[in-house]
């Protein structure tokens, strides 16, 4: 409870922080004006752009973050996030070829496309990953992701490069920004990412007991195929329709709900919630680093979190026994 | 064929960071013999082994191949003259036998050197030895176990060395194909006087296949001599704290040990003679 | 019967045979043997040779192929006046300046990512553990970019940083997968970790090189060899003729590595000698590569491997899997030029043609239950 209540209080600092500052140096006066809902001047005017672009850290990084969460219970595996197993590269993928071939427009299709899109990937990786003998291993299902993360990133360089007139290039469909966040896709995804944190929830005290392991949690009367099956596309439905606006991020799923875990143990009940929290927070700090480090540039907050993730990518694989991986 | 090289070893002491695994260990191996080194686990057998064909680098002592310091000598010089067996190498996948063998000829080549018939008789020889040369084409993943030990043998073989050091060669195999791998060593010894120093975890099994036997425990050797001299019930309970009576193999003669353990001890201390022996004797 | 028998070796100790000829212990014809073992290694080794030299030819054929065709198509009988350095008009240009280094550059870098892709992969006994995998070609394109970008830095020096970078990020990933002994999965897995760290670092030196074409962009991310001038064959080749004989010298000693490091030391082989050379020559060969034509997705990778499967067992992958990669840039770089209405980079295309072949591998294995 208490850890709830801090991360609410950090999340709202951050927020704060996030609007304050930016690749403009904006004073104290012009914030608030600006808040107040005055866009006159530059200055105003960066500081209203910044208020959905937090918005849509905050709620890209808590979908990222629960998705990460729900993947790791599901595969029972330290190391899943949607950017590791490629789950948001295939969203990605999805809509550049929707964008390119089939003449996708609405904000709306992109987000069912880019579901689309991740679930396939989710779904190949997964079965690529626990084929053979001992299952799904962390090292079978991340070398699976990594591969496929590898070919569907060049399938979205193949499929853009012909197409100069498709978004901002190649490059931004390889890398996720929240820089580009408007209020209108912030109403279009939200209500695909309270369906899915809402699936997740409910999934919570079934992903407890798959912890146990698949043979115990059947002999506790789990329906072990259902419930991994349903846990499984609520965090799809969230690494999807975050992909959908912002690009791929990686690594937000991976570190938070780790660092969660040491928080609040392992019950997902209170992972979940804390995660959403902590991700909202990491990526949204990613956000203000990159506008603040690069004055007066701006740097793509998925280059910040795989330089904030990937060490603790490495710690983790280097805590963990080499026969558990 | 061989020469009876001498390998002593010197006051050696070899660790691991801060933990001592050896520690001022003499030792001398009697050439053109068969010796086995037995003891209980992670006692240092392996890592005196291992000191021997200096895989490892002693901290202090030294071990000596005819009075030359093992860890001087050049590589190849020393992997001409001495071999070892590990007790898990490591086959490449779907590597034939032949090219397998043929891989122990490693020290005998230099860089730019041909493949020689000199070479391919050594390769021949090793496979007619082990009994292995209608396998010369197969893939060793495909042999069974106590092929695969006997390929591995062929390559010390064609390593062509005086000093044959293997850690542990019966692990891993059921009891008929260990007695048909010990029976290889017996012959290679007995027809090339070839030295033969392995490790082995069956002390019965060491008792009758060595003519010389060394007990190690805690780094530091116990006992050294001929079986019948080192197998007694006060080394093995010494050695490994177990309890036992010694008799004598019926089938070879050597000693054998019988564990006495907290249960089924209840009968009386002498070998019954209308049981085992003549039971065995029938075989 | 009596219990205490000799023991027959005993007996046998004192035989004549003690210092005698080869002895045959069971089969007595070691003769027949003899001709088994060599008529063995040589059907092995004239597979093996075939393979090489039908490889060979494709790298030649292709090499010839890729200076013909274009735009304009050119005969034979003029790209070999050009390369005897007559002046042909039209040709002299679009052949001697433009083909004939970017088929050059092609050859090279796929015969060092293929030699330092096969030599990691060999030494690691692990086709995962390859350069591109574990990230010492993204420190090489990351380094690259930066240079380029941050410091301006063009030619050599560009070179040098990459192979710098390299060594730098090899020798990084091996002590973070440190932990009382390195194990294969642990490195594979901090690799990953680290390539992904390192290509959000040419990411961001992409970002802020928006003056750049795109195409001058993918060379850093996927590789490219658009572009590709003399200038980008000469430390290739440089490097070739150097870390090549350096690499091709340790074939014997890798092959006895492969049976373990116990059973290659006791073969008289410097285990760590033989693996800091070979592992330095490796990763100079990717670093140059990567510094003339950006990382060019999963040839590293890959070459090995498919040489595998088409020599077998047979001996070293070293030169096979050299042609193998030589191969695999050479057709990937006429498929993004002329196979797709629109010209990509040779990145582009290796990635998405092997990258399912590393999915197809691991399912493979997977299946197998062997060790990938």
Redesign the interface.
């Known amino acids: 409870m208490l850890a709830l209540l801090t991360l609410t209080v950090a999340l709202l600092v951050i927020m704060v922080v996030s609007v304050s500052f930016g690749s403009r140096e904006v004073g104290l006066d012009d914030i608030l004006a600006a808040l107040a809902g005055s866009t006159d001047g530059f200055d105003h005017g960066a500081v209203a752009r910044r208020i959905p672009r937090t918005w849509m850290a905050v709620i890209a990084g808590a979908g990222l973050a629960v998705s990460g969460a729900v993947m790791q219970g599901v595969t029972r595996n330290p190391?899943a996030d949607p950017g590791?197993l490629g789950v948001t590269t295939g969203a990605s993928l999805a809509v550049v070829i929707g964008l390119a071939w089939f003449g996708l427009a609405s904000a709306t299709s992109y987000i069912l496309v880019a579901i689309i899109g991740a679930g396939a990937t989710a779904t190949f990786v997964y079965i690529?990953?626990s084929?053979?003998?001992?299952g799904a291993t962390?090292?079978?299902l991340?070398?699976?992701g990594?591969?496929?993360a590898?070919?569907?990133?060049?399938?979205v360089?193949?499929v853009v490069?012909?197409r100069?007139d498709i978004a901002e290039?190649?490059?931004s469909w390889?890398?996720g920004g929240v820089g580009g966040a408007t209020a209108a896709s912030i109403s279009t995804v939200g209500p695909f990412l309270a369906v899915g944190f809402a699936i997740c929830l409910l999934m919570a005290k079934g992903l407890n007991t798959l912890a146990l392991g698949d043979e115990l949690a059947a002999g506790l009367g789990e329906r072990v195929g259902r419930t991994r099956a349903i846990a499984a596309f609520g965090a799809v439905v969230l690494a999807g329709a975050v992909t959908a606006v912002t690009g791929p991020i990686?690594?937000v799923g991976l570190v938070v709900p780790h660092v969660c875990r040491l928080v609040a143990g392992p019950d997902h009940r209170w992972l979940l919630p804390l995660s959403a929290l902590g991700g909202g927070i990491l990526l949204t700090a990613a956000d203000v680093l990159g506008r603040v480090v690069?004055r007066p540039?701006e740097?793509?907050v998925?280059?910040i979190t795989?330089?904030i993730?990937?060490?603790v990518?490495?710690a983790i694989?280097?805590r963990h026994k080499?026969r558990a991986? | 064929m061989t020469r009876d090289r001498a390998l002593t070893v010197e006051n050696l002491t070899v660790g691991y960071h801060e933990r001592m695994v050896i520690d001022g260990l003499d030792l001398a191996i009697p050439p053109g013999k068969i010796t086995a080194i037995v003891g209980a686990n992670a006692c240092g057998k392996s890592t005196l082994l291992r000191s021997m064909s200096r895989l490892l680098s002693p901290r202090g002592g030294q071990v000596l191949l005819d009075g030359k310091a093992v860890h001087r000598m050049p590589a190849k010089e020393l992997a001409r003259q001495l071999g070892l067996l590990p007790q898990s190498p490591i086959a490449p996948e779907g590597i034939t036998v032949a090219d397998l063998v043929g891989r122990g000829r490693h020290p005998h080549q230099r860089i730019l050197s041909r493949w020689t018939s000199a070479d391919n008789e050594a390769v021949a020889d090793a496979l007619t030895v082990t009994d292995t040369v209608e396998l010369a084409d197969r893939p060793v993943d495909e042999l069974s176990g106590g092929q695969r030990q006997r390929v591995w043998i062929a390559m010390a073989l064609a390593q062509r060395t005086d000093v044959l050091l293997l850690d542990e060669p019966t692990t891993f195999l059921d009891v008929s194909h260990q007695v048909e791998v010990l029976d290889l060593l017996t012959d290679l010894n007995t027809a090339r006087g070839t030295t033969i120093v392995m490790v082995l975890h069956d002390l019965n099994l060491a008792a009758r296949y060595s003519d010389h036997l060394i007990a190690l425990g805690e780094g530091a050797l116990h006992a050294a001599g001929t079986p019948s001299e080192v197998l007694t019930p006060a080394l093995v309970e010494a050695v490994f704290g177990l309890a036992s009576q010694v008799i004598v193999d019926p089938v070879s003669g050597t000693p054998l040990m019988v564990p006495k353990g907290r249960h089924h001890s209840g009968r009386s201390a002498a070998p019954r003679p209308d049981v085992p022996i003549s039971h065995l004797a029938e075989r | 019967m009596s219990i205490v028998r000799t023991r027959p070796h005993e007996s046998a100790e004192s035989s004549p045979h003690r210092a005698g000829e080869l002895t045959p212990l069971r089969t007595p014809d070691l003769r027949a043997a003899v001709t088994t073992v060599t008529s063995a290694r040589t059907a092995r080794l004239r597979r093996r040779r075939i393979v090489i030299a039908v490889l060979a030819a494709l790298v030649v054929a292709l090499f010839a192929t890729s200076l013909m065709v274009g735009r304009t198509f050119y005969p034979p009988a003029d790209v070999l006046a050009v390369i005897a350095g007559h002046d042909v008009p039209g040709a002299s240009f679009t052949v001697g300046t433009l083909r004939l280094p970017r088929a050059c550059v092609a050859v090279l870098t796929g015969a060092c990512f293929g030699l330092g892709g096969v030599t990691f992969q060999t030494m690691l006994r692990n086709p995962l553990a390859s350069p591109d995998v574990i990230g010492i070609t993204s420190g090489a394109g990351a380094a690259a970019a930066v240079a380029i970008v941050f410091f301006s830095l063009g030619g050599f020096a560009v070179s040098v940083v990459a192979v710098l970078a390299g060594v730098a990020v090899a020798m990084a990933v091996y002590l973070l997968a440190y932990r009382g002994g390195v194990a294969g999965t642990r490195l594979v897995l901090v690799g990953i970790g680290v390539a992904a760290m390192l290509n959000s670092v040419t990411y961001y030196a992409l970002d802020k090189a928006p003056q750049w074409e795109l195409q001058e962009a993918m060379r850093w991310l996927s590789g490219s060899l658009n572009g590709a001038s003399w200038k980008d064959a000469l430390p290739l080749a440089l490097a070739m003729v150097v870390l090549g004989p350096l690499l091709l010298a340790q074939v014997r000693n890798l092959g006895a590595l492969q049976l373990g490091d116990d059973t290659a030391a006791a073969l008289g082989v410097r285990t760590e000698r033989t693996r800091i050379v070979a592992i330095l020559a490796a990763v100079g060969l990717i670093t140059f590569a990567t510094a003339a034509a950006g990382p060019i997705a999963f040839v590293a990778f890959l070459s090995g491997p498919i040489a595998a499967r088409i020599v077998g067992p047979r001996g070293s992958m070293l030169i096979p899997a050299a042609l193998v990669g030589s191969l695999l840039v050479l057709v990937a770089d006429l498929a993004a030029q002329f196979a797709f209405g629109t010209k990509f980079p040779v990145g582009v295309v290796t990635g998405v043609l092997g990258a399912p072949y590393l999915v197809y591998l691991i399912i493979r294995t997977n299946r197998t239950g062997g060790v990938l």
């Not at chain 1, 084929?131 to 001992?134: E, I, S, T």
């Not at chain 1, 590898?150 to 399938?155: D, G, K």
Request: no cysteine.
């Open positions: 190391l590791i690529v990953g084929l053979g003998r001992d962390p090292l079978k991340a070398l699976a990594a591969a496929t590898a070919a569907l990133s060049s399938f360089t193949a490069l012909p100069q290039g190649a490059v390889q890398i990686a690594f690069a540039e740097i793509d998925a280059i795989a330089i993730g990937a060490p990518f490495i694989v280097r080499v991986l």
